[in-house]
Protein backbone atom coordinates (compact mmCIF):
# COMPACT_ATOMS: atom_id res chain seq x y z
CA UNK A 1 0.00 0.00 0.00
CA UNK A 2 1.56 3.19 -0.96
CA UNK A 3 0.81 6.82 -0.48
CA UNK A 4 2.09 9.35 -2.71
CA UNK A 5 4.45 11.97 -0.53
CA UNK A 6 4.71 8.75 2.15
CA UNK A 7 7.30 7.40 -0.71
CA UNK A 8 10.00 9.14 0.99
CA UNK A 9 9.19 6.70 4.35
CA UNK A 10 9.58 3.87 2.22
CA UNK A 11 13.17 5.11 1.16
CA UNK A 12 14.18 6.36 4.71
CA UNK A 13 13.46 2.80 6.31
CA UNK A 14 14.85 0.43 3.32
CA UNK A 15 18.01 3.45 3.65
CA UNK A 16 18.30 2.17 7.38
CA UNK A 17 18.58 -1.24 6.20
CA UNK A 18 15.20 -2.56 6.56
CA UNK A 19 13.58 -4.84 3.55
CA UNK A 20 10.87 -2.80 2.78
CA UNK A 21 7.84 -4.26 0.13
CA UNK A 22 5.30 -1.15 -1.28
CA UNK A 23 2.62 -2.74 -2.81
CA UNK A 24 -0.17 -1.03 -5.06
CA UNK A 25 -3.12 -1.92 -6.85
CA UNK A 26 -2.25 0.92 -9.79
CA UNK A 27 0.23 0.70 -12.39
CA UNK A 28 2.53 3.27 -10.90
CA UNK A 29 3.00 4.87 -8.10
CA UNK A 30 1.93 8.61 -6.66
CA UNK A 31 -1.61 7.60 -5.79
CA UNK A 32 -3.66 10.97 -5.93
CA UNK A 33 -1.17 12.69 -7.19
CA UNK A 34 -1.51 10.84 -10.41
CA UNK A 35 -4.47 13.24 -10.33
CA UNK A 36 -3.42 15.88 -9.29
CA UNK A 37 -0.29 16.33 -11.75
CA UNK A 38 -3.38 16.77 -14.73
CA UNK A 39 -4.43 19.84 -13.29
CA UNK A 40 -2.91 23.01 -15.33
CA UNK A 41 -0.38 24.72 -13.08
CA UNK A 42 0.62 21.58 -11.08
CA UNK A 43 2.64 19.69 -13.50
CA UNK A 44 5.81 19.14 -11.24
CA UNK A 45 3.83 16.57 -9.49
CA UNK A 46 5.43 15.06 -12.58
CA UNK A 47 8.53 15.71 -11.44
CA UNK A 48 8.14 15.19 -8.24
CA UNK A 49 6.66 11.66 -9.13
CA UNK A 50 9.90 10.45 -11.05
CA UNK A 51 12.16 11.74 -8.38
CA UNK A 52 10.47 9.30 -5.81
CA UNK A 53 10.91 6.78 -8.47
CA UNK A 54 14.12 7.22 -9.21
CA UNK A 55 14.43 6.71 -4.83
CA UNK A 56 12.47 4.18 -4.55
CA UNK A 57 15.21 2.02 -6.85
CA UNK A 58 18.10 3.42 -5.39
CA UNK A 59 16.64 2.28 -1.90
CA UNK A 60 16.01 -1.15 -3.36
CA UNK A 61 12.56 -0.95 -2.42
CA UNK A 62 10.53 -3.87 -3.80
CA UNK A 63 7.74 -2.44 -5.51
CA UNK A 64 4.83 -4.58 -6.29
CA UNK A 65 2.53 -2.54 -8.61
CA UNK A 66 -1.19 -3.84 -9.51
CA UNK A 67 -1.54 -5.64 -6.64
CA UNK A 68 -4.29 -5.20 -4.44
CA UNK A 69 -2.82 -5.76 -1.20
CA UNK A 70 -5.10 -8.30 1.42
CA UNK A 71 -4.46 -9.01 4.82
CA UNK A 72 -2.97 -12.91 3.72
CA UNK A 73 -0.56 -11.07 1.64
CA UNK A 74 0.71 -9.18 4.43
CA UNK A 75 0.99 -12.05 7.10
CA UNK A 76 4.74 -12.47 6.46
CA UNK A 77 5.73 -8.86 7.60
CA UNK A 78 6.95 -7.63 10.61
CA UNK A 79 5.39 -4.36 10.48
CA UNK A 80 2.45 -2.95 8.18
CA UNK A 81 2.33 0.80 7.17
CA UNK A 82 -1.16 1.48 5.87
CA UNK A 83 -1.09 4.55 3.34
CA UNK A 84 -4.29 3.44 1.28
CA UNK A 85 -5.24 6.84 1.20
CA UNK A 86 -9.64 7.80 1.13
CA UNK A 87 -12.39 7.24 -1.03
CA UNK A 88 -14.99 9.41 -2.11
CA UNK A 89 -17.48 10.41 -0.06
CA UNK A 90 -21.29 9.24 -0.74
CA UNK A 91 -23.54 12.30 -1.09
CA UNK A 92 -26.97 9.85 -1.37
CA UNK A 93 -28.32 12.07 -3.84
CA UNK A 94 -31.70 10.46 -5.38
CA UNK A 95 -31.37 9.74 -8.81
CA UNK A 96 -27.41 9.78 -8.68
CA UNK A 97 -26.91 6.42 -10.35
CA UNK A 98 -28.21 8.48 -13.52
CA UNK A 99 -24.94 7.80 -15.79
CA UNK A 100 -24.30 11.40 -16.89
CA UNK A 101 -22.92 11.86 -12.86
CA UNK A 102 -19.45 11.37 -12.31
CA UNK A 103 -16.93 11.29 -9.82
CA UNK A 104 -13.74 13.13 -9.72
CA UNK A 105 -11.68 9.74 -10.92
CA UNK A 106 -13.85 9.01 -13.26
CA UNK A 107 -12.69 12.49 -14.76
CA UNK A 108 -9.60 12.67 -13.85
CA UNK A 109 -8.25 9.12 -13.53
CA UNK A 110 -10.23 7.14 -15.71
CA UNK A 111 -10.79 10.35 -18.20
CA UNK A 112 -14.05 9.63 -18.58
CA UNK A 113 -15.78 11.65 -21.64
CA UNK A 114 -17.43 15.09 -19.75
CA UNK A 115 -20.50 17.21 -22.02
CA UNK A 116 -20.38 20.86 -23.10
CA UNK A 117 -22.55 21.91 -19.83
CA UNK A 118 -21.34 20.54 -16.37
CA UNK A 119 -22.33 20.98 -12.84
CA UNK A 120 -19.92 20.13 -10.24
CA UNK A 121 -20.92 19.41 -6.63
CA UNK A 122 -18.47 20.50 -4.05
CA UNK A 123 -16.08 23.58 -4.16
CA UNK A 124 -13.26 22.01 -1.90
CA UNK A 125 -9.43 21.75 -3.47
CA UNK A 126 -10.62 18.56 -5.38
CA UNK A 127 -14.05 20.70 -6.78
CA UNK A 128 -12.10 24.01 -7.78
CA UNK A 129 -8.98 21.95 -8.92
CA UNK A 130 -11.50 19.85 -11.78
CA UNK A 131 -13.46 23.23 -12.52
CA UNK A 132 -9.99 24.44 -13.60
CA UNK A 133 -9.40 21.56 -15.42
CA UNK A 134 -12.73 20.90 -17.53
CA UNK A 135 -12.36 25.10 -18.37
CA UNK A 136 -9.59 23.41 -20.87
CA UNK A 137 -10.04 21.45 -24.20
CA UNK A 138 -9.08 17.81 -23.84
CA UNK A 139 -6.21 18.37 -25.90
CA UNK A 140 -5.08 21.62 -24.54
CA UNK A 141 -1.31 22.27 -24.37
CA UNK A 142 0.38 23.37 -20.55
CA UNK A 143 0.09 26.92 -20.31
CA UNK A 144 3.73 28.50 -20.98
CA UNK A 145 4.79 31.89 -19.73
CA UNK A 146 3.39 34.63 -22.37
CA UNK A 147 0.05 32.57 -22.67
CA UNK A 148 0.03 33.31 -18.21
CA UNK A 149 0.86 37.01 -18.43
CA UNK A 150 -1.54 37.40 -21.26
CA UNK A 151 -4.26 35.64 -19.47
CA UNK A 152 -3.61 37.50 -16.05
CA UNK A 153 -2.34 41.27 -17.86
CA UNK A 154 1.16 41.41 -16.57
CA UNK A 155 3.85 42.42 -18.61
CA UNK A 156 7.52 42.79 -18.07
CA UNK A 157 7.80 45.28 -15.19
CA UNK A 158 11.45 46.67 -16.98
CA UNK A 159 9.77 47.53 -20.25
CA UNK A 160 5.92 48.25 -18.78
CA UNK A 161 4.91 50.58 -15.35
CA UNK A 162 3.66 48.28 -12.16
CA UNK A 163 4.22 45.25 -14.82
CA UNK A 164 0.99 45.86 -16.17
CA UNK A 165 -0.09 45.03 -19.64
CA UNK A 166 -1.64 47.59 -21.54
CA UNK A 167 -4.31 45.60 -23.23
CA UNK A 168 -5.50 44.14 -19.69
CA UNK A 169 -6.29 40.51 -18.44
CA UNK A 170 -7.43 38.46 -21.70
CA UNK A 171 -8.19 35.16 -20.03
CA UNK A 172 -9.31 32.43 -22.25
CA UNK A 173 -13.15 31.45 -22.13
CA UNK A 174 -13.60 28.17 -20.77
CA UNK A 175 -13.67 25.48 -22.85
CA UNK A 176 -17.35 24.09 -21.69
CA UNK A 177 -20.21 25.87 -19.65
CA UNK A 178 -19.47 24.89 -15.98
CA UNK A 179 -21.20 25.97 -13.17
CA UNK A 180 -19.67 25.05 -9.23
CA UNK A 181 -21.99 24.16 -6.64
CA UNK A 182 -21.42 24.06 -2.81
CA UNK A 183 -23.78 23.58 0.18
CA UNK A 184 -22.69 25.48 2.70
CA UNK A 185 -23.54 29.12 2.61
CA UNK A 186 -20.65 31.88 1.99
CA UNK A 187 -17.63 32.36 -0.01
CA UNK A 188 -17.24 29.72 -2.67
CA UNK A 189 -13.99 27.42 -1.46
CA UNK A 190 -13.50 29.19 1.89
CA UNK A 191 -11.65 26.63 2.51
CA UNK A 192 -8.54 27.25 0.27
CA UNK A 193 -5.86 28.53 0.87
CA UNK A 194 -5.62 32.21 2.43
CA UNK A 195 -3.03 33.02 0.21
CA UNK A 196 -3.76 31.44 -3.20
CA UNK A 197 -7.95 30.73 -2.71
CA UNK A 198 -8.36 34.13 -4.14
CA UNK A 199 -6.38 33.42 -7.52
CA UNK A 200 -8.50 30.25 -8.04
CA UNK A 201 -11.78 31.83 -7.49
CA UNK A 202 -10.42 34.79 -10.01
CA UNK A 203 -9.50 32.27 -12.30
CA UNK A 204 -12.26 30.54 -12.61
CA UNK A 205 -14.51 33.87 -12.43
CA UNK A 206 -12.43 35.40 -15.38
CA UNK A 207 -12.89 32.08 -17.48
CA UNK A 208 -16.75 32.14 -16.88
CA UNK A 209 -16.99 29.79 -14.59
CA UNK A 210 -20.58 30.35 -12.15
CA UNK A 211 -20.23 30.15 -8.75
CA UNK A 212 -23.16 29.38 -6.14
CA UNK A 213 -23.31 28.60 -2.76
CA UNK A 214 -26.26 27.73 -0.19
CA UNK A 215 -27.06 25.03 -2.40
CA UNK A 216 -29.06 21.89 -1.18
CA UNK A 217 -29.45 18.89 -3.15
CA UNK A 218 -32.79 17.63 -3.72
CA UNK A 219 -32.78 15.10 -6.67
CA UNK A 220 -31.49 14.33 -10.03
CA UNK A 221 -33.97 13.51 -12.74
CA UNK A 222 -33.86 13.52 -16.68
CA UNK A 223 -34.45 17.25 -16.68
CA UNK A 224 -31.39 18.03 -14.27
CA UNK A 225 -30.06 18.36 -10.98
CA UNK A 226 -33.34 19.75 -8.57
CA UNK A 227 -32.14 21.83 -5.35
CA UNK A 228 -33.08 24.36 -3.16
CA UNK A 229 -31.62 27.79 -2.54
CA UNK A 230 -32.05 30.15 0.22
CA UNK A 231 -31.61 33.84 -1.00
CA UNK A 232 -29.31 35.42 1.61
CA UNK A 233 -28.86 32.36 3.41
CA UNK A 234 -32.72 33.63 5.59
CA UNK A 235 -35.15 33.79 2.77
CA UNK A 236 -37.76 31.47 2.02
CA UNK A 237 -36.30 28.42 0.23
CA UNK A 238 -36.73 28.21 -3.49
CA UNK A 239 -36.83 24.63 -5.35
CA UNK A 240 -34.93 24.91 -9.28
CA UNK A 241 -33.96 22.51 -11.86
CA UNK A 242 -30.35 22.92 -13.16
CA UNK A 243 -29.76 21.00 -16.41
CA UNK A 244 -26.43 19.59 -17.51
CA UNK A 245 -25.20 17.21 -19.54
CA UNK A 246 -22.53 16.16 -16.88
CA UNK A 247 -22.30 16.54 -13.49
CA UNK A 248 -19.14 15.87 -11.17
CA UNK A 249 -19.19 14.47 -7.92
CA UNK A 250 -16.38 16.26 -5.48
CA UNK A 251 -18.42 15.83 -2.34
CA UNK A 252 -15.59 15.25 0.06
CA UNK A 253 -13.66 12.13 0.73
CA UNK A 254 -13.69 9.36 3.52
CA UNK A 255 -10.59 7.14 4.92
CA UNK A 256 -10.27 3.89 2.97
CA UNK A 257 -10.68 1.43 6.11
CA UNK A 258 -10.97 -1.75 4.19
CA UNK A 259 -7.63 -3.15 4.51
CA UNK A 260 -7.53 -1.80 8.16
CA UNK A 261 -11.10 -3.77 8.59
CA UNK A 262 -8.97 -7.20 7.45
CA UNK A 263 -6.13 -6.39 9.54
CA UNK A 264 -8.20 -5.93 12.16
CA UNK A 265 -9.76 -9.14 11.71
CA UNK A 266 -6.95 -11.62 11.37
CA UNK A 267 -5.92 -10.30 14.28
CA UNK A 268 -2.91 -7.57 12.97
CA UNK A 269 -1.34 -4.58 14.44
CA UNK A 270 -0.35 -1.68 11.99
CA UNK A 271 0.25 1.90 11.70
CA UNK A 272 -1.83 4.50 9.11
CA UNK A 273 -1.03 7.54 7.69
CA UNK A 274 -2.19 10.11 5.80
CA UNK A 275 -5.71 10.16 4.29
CA UNK A 276 -6.55 6.67 5.39
CA UNK A 277 -5.74 7.74 9.07
CA UNK A 278 -7.91 11.13 8.60
CA UNK A 279 -9.42 12.10 5.63
CA UNK A 280 -9.98 15.73 7.12
CA UNK A 281 -7.58 18.56 6.22
CA UNK A 282 -5.42 16.05 3.91
CA UNK A 283 -2.12 17.75 2.09
CA UNK A 284 1.22 16.40 1.28
CA UNK A 285 2.48 18.26 3.99
CA UNK A 286 0.56 16.63 6.71
CA UNK A 287 1.04 13.14 5.43
CA UNK A 288 5.35 13.68 4.94
CA UNK A 289 4.99 14.72 8.38
CA UNK A 290 3.47 11.46 9.65
CA UNK A 291 5.25 9.57 7.41
CA UNK A 292 8.72 11.02 8.74
CA UNK A 293 7.44 10.80 12.40
CA UNK A 294 6.65 6.92 11.82
CA UNK A 295 9.75 6.38 10.20
CA UNK A 296 11.61 7.94 12.94
CA UNK A 297 9.92 5.08 15.76
CA UNK A 298 10.03 2.28 13.43
C1 LIG B 1 -7.26 16.50 -7.95
C2 LIG B 1 -6.40 16.51 -6.73
C3 LIG B 1 -5.50 17.55 -6.55
C4 LIG B 1 -4.70 17.59 -5.42
N1 LIG B 1 -3.80 18.61 -5.27
C5 LIG B 1 -2.97 18.64 -4.21
C6 LIG B 1 -2.00 19.66 -4.05
O1 LIG B 1 -1.88 20.55 -4.88
N2 LIG B 1 -1.21 19.63 -2.95
C7 LIG B 1 -1.31 18.65 -1.99
O2 LIG B 1 -0.58 18.65 -1.02
N3 LIG B 1 -2.23 17.66 -2.12
C8 LIG B 1 -3.06 17.64 -3.20
N4 LIG B 1 -3.99 16.64 -3.33
C9 LIG B 1 -4.18 15.73 -2.22
C10 LIG B 1 -3.13 14.65 -2.20
O3 LIG B 1 -3.06 14.01 -3.44
C11 LIG B 1 -3.54 13.70 -1.11
O4 LIG B 1 -3.56 14.42 0.09
C12 LIG B 1 -2.57 12.57 -0.99
O5 LIG B 1 -2.35 11.94 -2.21
C13 LIG B 1 -3.09 11.55 0.01
O6 LIG B 1 -2.10 10.63 0.16
P1 LIG B 1 -2.34 9.26 0.86
O7 LIG B 1 -1.00 8.76 1.14
O8 LIG B 1 -3.22 9.40 2.03
O9 LIG B 1 -3.12 8.34 -0.21
P2 LIG B 1 -3.46 8.33 -1.73
O10 LIG B 1 -2.77 9.36 -2.53
O11 LIG B 1 -4.94 8.27 -1.82
O12 LIG B 1 -2.85 6.93 -2.17
C14 LIG B 1 -3.38 5.72 -1.72
C15 LIG B 1 -2.79 4.62 -2.57
O13 LIG B 1 -3.16 3.36 -1.98
C16 LIG B 1 -3.46 2.46 -3.03
N5 LIG B 1 -4.29 1.39 -2.44
C17 LIG B 1 -5.49 1.49 -1.83
N6 LIG B 1 -5.89 0.28 -1.36
C18 LIG B 1 -4.90 -0.59 -1.69
C19 LIG B 1 -4.70 -1.97 -1.47
N7 LIG B 1 -5.56 -2.74 -0.78
N8 LIG B 1 -3.57 -2.56 -1.97
C20 LIG B 1 -2.66 -1.82 -2.66
N9 LIG B 1 -2.79 -0.51 -2.87
C21 LIG B 1 -3.89 0.11 -2.39
C22 LIG B 1 -4.15 3.31 -4.07
O14 LIG B 1 -4.06 2.72 -5.35
C23 LIG B 1 -3.34 4.60 -3.98
O15 LIG B 1 -2.27 4.61 -4.90
C24 LIG B 1 -4.80 16.56 -4.46
C25 LIG B 1 -5.70 15.49 -4.65
C26 LIG B 1 -6.49 15.45 -5.78
C27 LIG B 1 -7.44 14.31 -6.00
Same mark, same amino acid.
Given at each position: ??????????????????????????? #????????????? /?????? @??????????????? @???????????????????????????????????????????????? +????? /???????????????????? =????? +????????W?? @? &??V??????????????????????????????P???? @????????W????????? /????????S?????? #??? &??????????????? =??????????????????? +?? #?????????????? =????K????????????E?A? =??
Amino acid at each position: MQAPRVLQRQVLLAQRGHRVSLFDRQS #EIGGQLNMAKRIP /GKDEFF @EMLRYNAVQLGLAKV @ELHLNTQATASMLAEFDEIVLAVGVLPRDPKIPGQDDPRVLSYLDVLQ +ARASV /GPKVLILGAGGIGFDVAQYL =CDAPD +AQPVHLQAWQA @E &WGVADPRSHQAGLAPAGPKPTPAARDITLLQRSPGKPG @EGLGKTTGWIHRTSLRQR /GVRMRSGVSYLRITP #EGL &WVSTSKQGSGPQQDE =CLGFDSLVLCTGQTSNSLL +AE #ELKAAGRSFHAVGG =CRDAKALDAKRAIREAAELAA =CL
